[in-house]
């Protein structure tokens, strides 16, 4: 099974594939998620868990980052994203490049719009200070609601 732990810092999980920019905390796999072909062909992922990582990206690099991540992801896979929500005070830290709110995952907002041909929520929860959201990737490429 190939899990991706996507921006993992020094929390690196067993039986992952830890993912990060920085090079001093000696991740498994050393590349820049926002803008690097991801190294692993179509549909053999199973599982992407990111956990405060997105809020660090730009929204272009978001995009181009959840576009890769559709690409290598198995159907029936999941992605679970943890971010902070636009109202916590840790979301407006100066190494934050971007905000989420429930809107941005709904139907009126832009990782919606932009991904409604291809995701649709499959678990979204708001919790004290953050955000959690998953999708499952469906036997014919769209997720499972």
Do not use: W
């Amino acid at each position: 099974m190939t899990s991706l732990n996507l921006g993992c810092g020094n929390a690196k999980m067993d039986d992952f594939i830890n993912i990060d920019f920085d090079e001093k905390v000696k991740p498994d796999l050393n590349i820049n998620l926002g803008n690097s072909v991801l190294p692993y062909s179509d549909e053999s992922v199973d599982y992407v868990y990111s956990n405060h990582f997105f809020e660090h990206i730009t929204r272009e690099e978001t995009n181009f980052l959840l576009k890769e991540l559709y690409r290598v992801l198995k159907k029936g896979s999941c992605i679970e994203i943890c971010v902070p929500h636009y109202l916590n005070p840790v979301a407006y830290q100066n190494a934050h490049k971007q905000r989420f709110s429930e809107q941005y995952f709904r139907g009126n907002g832009l990782f919606f719009y932009t991904y409604k041909m291809s995701f649709r929520r499959y678990k979204f929860s708001i919790i004290p200070c953050n955000i959690y959201f998953s999708l499952i990737k469906k036997h014919d490429g769209e997720y499972i609601e």
